[in-house]
């Protein structure tokens, strides 16, 4: 399974951004499909998580009501929709694949890695 992030950029305060991530290759291997990023200085973390049907969707506290998780499951893309972005949400973007049923929040769980996308939030 191949996994292609976009939509990275740098945005102000208060503004949205739309990340997508393309899957390709053996994707039916993959149940669930999550968004984790890495902040400068930090270690990555989760941020959302679902399924290939939409179900079972799971968000981190700092970014519910904000980030919205969804799919599309004919063209095999996962999107990150963020809104009301804070600076604190600067980091580079990762989606990741994992063949467990149930959206994961650890990042063990995932086996399979796309190139993260950069996301700058300015003050």
């Known amino acids: 399974v191949q996994l292609q992030a976009s939509g990275g950029g740098l945005v102000q305060t208060g503004d949205s951004l739309t990340l997508s991530c393309a899957a390709s290759?053996?994707?039916?291997?993959?149940?669930?499909m999550g968004w984790f990023r890495q902040g400068p200085g930090k270690e990555r973390e989760f941020v959302a998580a679902?399924?290939?049907?939409?179900?079972?969707?799971r968000y981190a506290d700092p970014v519910k009501g904000r980030f919205t998780i969804s799919v599309d499951s004919a063209k095999s893309t996962v999107d990150l929709q963020m809104n009301s972005l804070k600076p604190e949400d600067t980091a580079v973007y990762y989606c990741?694949?994992?063949?467990?049923?149930?959206?994961?929040?650890?990042?063990?769980?995932?086996?399979?890695w796309g190139r993260g996308t950069l996301v700058t939030v300015s003050s």
């Open positions: 290759g053996r994707t039916f291997s993959t149940y669930s």
């Open positions: 990741a694949g994992s063949e467990s049923r149930w959206p994961q929040k650890s990042a063990s769980a995932y086996v399979y």
């Open positions: 679902t399924t290939w049907s939409g179900g079972g969707t």
